[in-house]
């Protein structure tokens, strides 16, 4: 089969430079400018004719009211300031930044007239959507390759500080180190080339950061077995410092697959969490397709909080996203729309209006299902820390 560019280019890097890490290999495939996963379309979002979807694909309604509701405490709890500013990193199409607006709106409109929400994505061609109000696309992260995220500033170079830093799914995406276990001793995978195919390789960690990561969090890897895998995402960490320095008062809030170290690098999950995603289904296969799926991996919290704390950051909350949203009412919001929309007197059964409300009535049930299902996106973990 003839390579893609993008197959060309790293194939040409790796015969230049020699073996790539797979966080080197996973930045090309993912953000190489013009033919990187994030950087040619907008991101493949959603259900139909896209790869994956998110929480406010399932319910921007209930999950952005959530997310109102907790902006709004804490908008309180800081004293109410105006401008209020949140900035959403990684968002996508901008669905949860109208839904909190929407909610905002109706519910609380002062709140909603101190809310100056911005969104950052890296992703190409997320601006032909819909506008946000409040939006701010010049915060696009312009240099992918050398920095996970960057921060926005207006016309004069002056950012508002944000009181909330918020973000859904966005740390998964960031380029992993791989390690593996041989004869109790930890190895790093490469990418090399072999007869023309990108293929692993076994080599020394490459950096003394990667060689002593797990050490860190006293994982007994070397009770492990050979060919234990795990992965270390040292962005996450740059990622926190950047987004720690943005953060003069108030909150950072992020959601993602992961756990805490020690639930995370378990004896158990011997092949690690890497995951790719192409056209809803999930494969293992990241050197298929560079360019054209998705590839993720579970989020080291331990990492975020530690990091965070360094930072000066207080660890506020470490819950999972079923009980931080039922912990905002998610359950009581679900209970007042069926006594509101489908009591049993709108939902007459023998009439086809009635079979109809039904229907809607299951539709929205599963939804909420789905978002506190604790062996799906219910157990995502949700980590906010505060300054
Ligand atoms: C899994 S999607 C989640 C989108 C949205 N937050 C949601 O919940 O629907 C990840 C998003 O993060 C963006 N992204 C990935 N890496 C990024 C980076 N390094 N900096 C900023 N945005 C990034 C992608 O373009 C994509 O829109």
């Known amino acids: 089969m003839t390579p893609t560019p993008l197959q060309q280019l790293i194939v040409e890097r790796i015969q230049r430079e020699g073996p790539l890490t797979f ?3 996973m930045r090309m495939a993912l953000y190489e400018p013009e033919y990187g996963y994030y950087m040619t379309r907008p991101t493949r979002i959603g259900f139909e004719g896209a790869d994956f979807y998110t929480s406010t694909d399932v ?35 901008g669905d949860l930044a109208r839904g909190v607006q929407a909610w905002a709106r109706q519910q609380t409109p002062d709140f909603h007239t101190a809310l100056d929400y911005r969104l950052e994505d890296i992703s ?3 601006d032909g959507r819909e506008p946000v109000k409040n939006e701010s696309r010049e915060a696009r992260l312009p240099e992918p390759t050398r920095s996970p995220q960057r921060t ?18 966005l740390v998964d995406a960031f380029p992993i180190h791989i390690v593996e276990t041989h004869g109790s001793r930890l190895y790093e995978i490469y990418i090399d080339v072999r007869a023309g195919r990108l293929c692993e390789v ?8 990667v060689a ?7 994982i007994p890897w070397t009770q492990f077995g050979d060919g234990w895998r795990a992965e270390i995402n040292l962005d996450a960490m740059r990622w926190i410092q950047r987004t720690a320095h ?3 008062r108030g909150y950072i809030l992020t959601i993602d697959y992961g ?11 011997r092949h690690g969490t890497l995951a790719c995603y192409f056209q809803h289904q999930m494969n293992e296969r990241p050197l298929a397709r560079p360019g054209e799926q998705d590839i993720t991996a579970h989020v080291n919290f331990s990492a975020l909080i530690d990091e965070g704390r360094r930072q000066g950051l207080h660890l506020h909350k470490f819950t999972t996203q079923r009980l931080w949203l039922e912990s905002l009412g998610i359950q009581e919001e679900l209970e007042q729309r069926r006594s509101n929309d489908f009591s049993e007197s709108i939902i007459d059964r023998a009439s086809d209006r009635g079979q109809v409300a039904l229907l809607k009535w299951y539709d929205l049930r599963q939804r909420v299902v789905a978002l506190t299902d604790p062996a799906g996106m219910g157990n995502f973990k949700v980590l906010i820390l505060r300054r």
């Open 23 to 25: 966080a080197e290999y």
């Open 59 to 93: 319910s921007s309604v209930f999950f952005a009211n959530c997310v109102g509701r907790q902006l709004h405490q804490w908008w309180d709890k800081l004293k109410r300031p105006s401008p209020f500013v949140v900035l959403e990193q990684g968002a996508g199409r």
């Open 124 to 126: 190409a061609g997320q």
């Open 152 to 169: 926005s500033s207006n016309s004069n170079g002056a950012a508002p500080a944000p009181s909330v830093v918020l973000s859904n799914e």
């Open 202 to 209: 076994r080599g020394e960690p490459g950096t003394a950061e």
């Open 212 to 218: 002593s990561y797990l050490d860190r969090y006293h």
């Open 246 to 248: 943005l953060l003069q």
């Open 259 to 269: 756990d805490k170290a020690r639930a995370l690098y378990t004896r158990y999950r």
